[in-house]
């Protein structure tokens, strides 16, 4: 096998192609450093990757509410938002949203719960239980929420938390969707009750 010398190399290069052993030679000094800022880019790349996988996995951890045994999880554990920029829910104390309230049973509730996801036609109901409802609220430019609904039948209340599957920040999304979706709820709930 035959070996070339580094300048037989440079001056095998097309010049057209913007390649001469001047310049090669010349920045031969900055290629160390170049490498270094190529590793640096690359390093922070992934860390980007890993950050926004991680935020992506606890946007799915707080969708998951059912344990391993197929038991519900309690209501203020299922209902925490673990990140406030991207969530709401109505357990609490500060900044959280009232819960929604019904009259009757749990199936009436949940009956005007789902007329008023009905009216929705951004949402997608993916869990269907007796107390607890999840529905999945999908933006026009295609980022997904989950809303979680939990029926109390002895408080006549509807507990709920919304939250972004993506990012650390909704920009108040959840917030608005719940307060019109709370508008609507009770709108229902009067012309049902009305009949």
């Known amino acids: ?83 406030p920029g991207n969530c709401i829910n109505s357990l609490d104390d500060l900044g959280s949203l009232p819960p929604l309230r019904f009259s009757g049973t749990a199936a009436e509730g949940k009956a005007v719960l789902l007329a008023t996801l009905a009216a929705f036609p951004e949402a997608t109901v993916h869990l269907d239980e007796p107390l607890q409802i999840e529905a999945i609220f999908t933006t026009p430019v295609g980022f997904r929420d989950t809303v979680l609904f939990r029926i109390d039948a002895a408080g006549q209340r509807i507990d709920f938390r919304s939250s972004s599957n993506f990012g650390l920040y909704d920009f108040g999304k959840n917030r608005s969707r719940m307060k019109e979706f709370t508008a609507r709820f009770e709108k229902t709930l009067a012309s049902l009750q009305g009949r």
Do not use: D
């Open 1 to 83: 096998m035959q070996h070339r010398s580094e300048s037989a190399v440079c001056k095998a290069m097309p010049e057209r192609h913007g390649y001469s052993l001047h310049a090669l030679r010349q920045n031969t000094a900055t290629g160390a450093t170049n490498v270094r800022t190529e590793i640096l880019m690359k390093r922070r790349t992934w860390v980007f990757v890993l950050l926004g996988s991680l935020a992506s996995f606890l946007g799915l951890t707080q969708a998951a509410e059912i344990t391993a045994t197929g038991s519900l999880v309690p209501v203020g554990e299922a209902l925490a938002c673990f990140s």
